[in-house]
């Protein structure tokens, strides 16, 4: 290995790949920002300082080894790259698109800290898979054995995807359930176009349906089959189920308003729209015309707020009850908001509407103020007692205030499922299987109510990024293989 071609950051400065005219991109759902051509992703690639610390690696959750498939695509070896990118991520193509690079690998690269600029990451990331598949090396998954255990995976999103493709690897046979209708979970529904075209996931499911994994989908576990019918028809169970319902507002005056909308159910309904699906017409989930109000400052609430701008709204703003500097949502992300058109309103915590004949008319909110900092870092708010309430007037209000998880012991009917107080499903790390509910820590290993059944995803961590569940997905893979070995010596 030769590092010849790098160090190039003083030279060849940080380039982004060119991003579409705003006035432009707003009219349609493309992704906004165009392909590396094979010259801007070598020079790109040149410029990484080869650090002995991979600051970038240690900073990904799935460890990629992104120093060295650099390195390759700078050198004009790209198979290896790829080689180097699927070894440690099942879906790179997808994560060099959505992940928040600048607050993962970029935000940590050693360049960015010394004042060069980082090394665009994500984008070469997306250029090599990309470039992969138009060449053909992309191959479906043929294992060198194939084993009889059969794994069912409930949940076709990201961490069930990628234990899939790992359990393929290892022989099993491989089964995904998806209460939708299509293969990909929020990655379909939950993610707008513009960040993620279709096709790239379809690509992606095709992959999987072509390596033998086979999906069943339009089922809902616990009412279309139940949990017990899948424990009994599988060797082992991967619940990889997300988590989909939307945390509200709570209970304030105007929160029955029809025109008070949940951000998935904004977006699903966008998303299926785009991809051509017939759908009845409900002017609620519309905002052509509107005065659009977003609550919320995460990627969900960014995704709500450049899709109203698409749909034609009259305006749009998205209040947030931190400062720039401390909400959770992606820089890059705000910045392309901005650029088309949305307001963003820092320091302000809705508390409740004002309606007329059942509809909202305006939001109002307290002003807010940042106190000391918490234990993770971030500072505290405060109400500013000597500020009057804020009011936003408005048509249309999506809440993109995060998502909790479903009641799986019921939904599943299984009481004994281990949860947290937060509803998330209990799953020891880093094998990902669901911890015995006991109360005597001494008896664990007596207890086997939930042996052979993992867990992975948001509805282990709670609503997260697209590359934790990936990580998640891929740890559960590991582990499923290695208690299906550890039972079969047993016998």
């Given at each position: 290995m030769s590092d010849k071609n790098m160090l190039k950051f003083v030279a060849e400065k940080r380039a982004m790949p060119s991003l579409r005219d705003a006035q432009t991109r707003v009219k349609d759902y493309q992704e906004i920002y165009q392909a590396f051509s094979a010259k801007q992703a070598e020079s790109q690639s040149a410029r990484c300082s080869q650090c002995g610390v991979p600051y970038c690696q240690i900073h990904c959750p799935v460890s990629n080894n992104i120093p060295d498939w650099l390195m390759r695509v700078a050198e004009n070896r790209l198979d290896e790259a790829y080689l180097l990118s699927s070894q440690t991520n099942v879906l790179p193509e997808i994560?060099?698109?959505?992940?928040?690079?600048?607050?993962?690998?970029?935000?940590?690269?050693?360049?960015?800290?010394?004042?060069?600029?980082?090394?665009?990451?994500?984008?070469?990331?997306?250029?090599?898979?990309?470039?992969?598949?138009?060449?053909?090396?992309?191959?479906?998954?043929?294992?060198?054995?194939?084993?009889?255990?059969?794994?069912?995976?409930?949940?076709?999103?990201?961490?069930?995807?990628?234990?899939?493709?790992?359990?393929?690897?290892?022989?099993?046979?491989?089964?995904?359930?998806?209460?939708?209708?299509?293969?990909?979970?929020?990655?379909?529904?939950?993610?707008?176009?513009?960040?993620?075209?279709?096709?790239?996931?379809?690509?992606?499911?095709d992959w999987l349906a072509q390596s033998g994994v086979k999906f069943v989908l339009n089922c809902r576990i616990g009412k279309d089959k139940s949990f017990a019918e899948l424990r009994k028809n599988h060797d082992a169970v991967l619940i990889a189920t997300g988590v989909y319902q939307a945390r509200d507002i709570g209970d304030v005056v105007g929160a029955d308003s029809k025109n008070l909308i949940a951000a998935l159910d904004y977006l699903t309904h966008s998303n299926r729209l785009d991809l051509g699906d017939k759908l009845a017409s409900n002017a609620n989930l519309n905002a052509k015309g509107k005065k659009v109000v977003v609550l919320g400052g995460g990627d969900t609430a960014m995704d709500c707020v450049r899709t109203a701008v698409r749909q034609g709204a009259k305006s749009v703003q998205c209040l947030y009850r931190r400062d720039?500097?401390?909400?959770?949502?992606?820089?890059?992300?705000?910045?392309?908001?901005?650029?088309?058109?949305?307001?963003?309103?820092?320091?302000?915590?809705?508390?409740?509407?004002?309606?007329?004949?059942?509809?909202?008319?305006?939001?109002?909110?307290?002003?807010?103020?940042?106190?000391?900092?918490?234990?993770?870092?971030?500072?505290?708010?405060?109400?500013?007692?000597?500020?009057?309430?804020?009011?936003?007037?408005?048509?249309?209000?999506?809440?993109?205030?995060?998502?909790?998880?479903?009641?799986?012991?019921?939904?599943?009917?299984?009481?004994?499922?281990?949860?947290?107080?937060?509803?998330?499903?209990?799953?020891?790390?880093?094998?990902?299987?669901?911890?015995?509910?006991?109360?005597?820590?001494?008896?664990a290993d007596n207890d086997n109510t939930h042996n052979g059944i993992f867990a992975a995803g948001d509805i282990v961590r709670g609503a997260s990024l697209v590359v934790w569940a990936v990580r998640e997905g891929q740890d559960a893979a590991k582990g499923i293989h290695q208690w299906l070995q550890n039972k079969m010596k047993q016998v």
């Open positions: 994560c060099g698109r959505i992940c928040p690079q600048d607050r993962l690998c970029e935000g940590s690269c050693v360049l960015e800290q010394a004042g060069h600029g980082t090394v665009t990451i994500g984008a070469v990331e997306k250029y090599i898979t990309d470039t992969a598949f138009d060449n053909g090396w992309v191959q479906p998954i043929k294992p060198l054995t194939e084993l009889k255990q059969s794994i069912g995976i409930i949940g076709a999103g990201p961490a069930g995807i990628a234990a899939a493709a790992r359990l393929r690897e290892f022989g099993y046979q491989v089964v995904i359930y998806d209460a939708y209708d299509r293969v990909g979970g929020l990655l379909i529904y939950g993610i707008p176009a513009f960040k993620l075209e279709k096709n790239i996931v379809e690509r992606r499911a720039r500097a401390n909400m959770p949502g992606s820089v890059r992300e705000v910045a392309n908001a901005e650029q088309e058109g949305v307001e963003f309103c820092w320091l302000v915590a809705p508390d409740g509407f004002i309606s007329k004949n059942g509809m909202i008319t305006a939001v109002q909110a307290q002003k807010m103020r940042l106190g000391e900092k918490a234990f993770d870092g971030r500072q505290a708010i405060l109400p500013d007692a000597n500020a009057e309430m804020a009011v936003f007037p408005a048509d249309m209000v999506v809440q993109a205030l995060g998502f909790e998880p479903e009641n799986l012991p019921e939904q599943f009917a299984d009481k004994a499922l281990p949860v947290t107080q937060w509803g998330t499903l209990r799953a020891r790390y880093p094998d990902m299987m669901l911890e015995a509910q006991i109360e005597n820590e001494a008896d």
